[in-house]
């Protein structure tokens, strides 16, 4: 007989994750008219500890509660921090875990970090493009000021992300197998 769905183990560790996430934006500064913080690191832990699913579902909720609390964002703008960090862990775990590497080949785990950190800095850039131009109006100069601001703390956010996350990966995934708890935060 086939398994359905989740375990309650990895809902909680989904649960977990996600709350680590939102905590750890808190920590963040501004830098060239952006803010820099360590979320995005944690979005791709999640998706090197948990697999594509289960870490997209860790690191989007976890984005996501932090805007829809305290970030002040719309319900649309949420769902696309949702759908954006959710890209960004599954996207590093799909590259992580593909040819049955299970995310214990160091070299794959850094090109996954550095595609995932990547294509999260396309996702906010095309989603400012489409909020400058279409949703407020602005002229076209405006708008790639705006994205020109934007640009140099989301791919500092992402160089620190690119190289925070595999090494923590290292040290906390080792620990987890260890103690048995990797094997069934992927179960």
């Known amino acids: 007989m086939m398994k359905k769905g989740m375990s309650i183990t990895k809902i909680v560790f989904i649960a977990m994750l996600a709350a680590v996430v939102c905590v750890v934006t808190f920590f963040r500064f501004p830098l060239l008219g952006s803010k820099v913080h ?19 579902l860790a690191a989007g909720f976890g984005s996501a509660l932090y ?31 593909s040819g049955g590497r299970e995310a214990k080949h160091h070299g794959w ?31 076209a100069e405006t708008v ?20 925070v996350a595999p090494i923590l990966y290292t040290a906390i995934g080792g620990a987890l197998e260890r103690g048995g708890l990797l094997r069934k935060m992927r179960a």
Do not use: H, R
């Not at 970030?71 to 921090?81: A, F, K, N, P, V």
């Not at 595609?115 to 279409?134: E, R």
């Open 38 to 56: 360590f979320a995005n690191t944690m979005c791709l832990l999640s998706g090197l500890l948990m697999g594509p699913v289960a870490g997209g």
């Open 144 to 163: 790639w000021a705006t994205m020109l601001s934007k640009l140099p703390g989301s791919l500092i956010n992402a160089v620190v992300a690119m190289i």
């Open 67 to 97: 805007d829809v609390l305290w970030g002040g964002y719309d319900i649309i703008q949420c769902l696309i921090t949702f759908v954006s960090k959710f890209i960004m862990a599954w996207l590093c775990a799909k590259i992580a875990f």
């Open 109 to 139: 785990n850094v090109a996954a970090c550095i595609i995932g950190a990547l294509s999260y800095v396309g996702l906010y850039m095309l989603k400012t493009f489409v909020y400058q131009k279409f949703v407020y109006g602005f002229p």
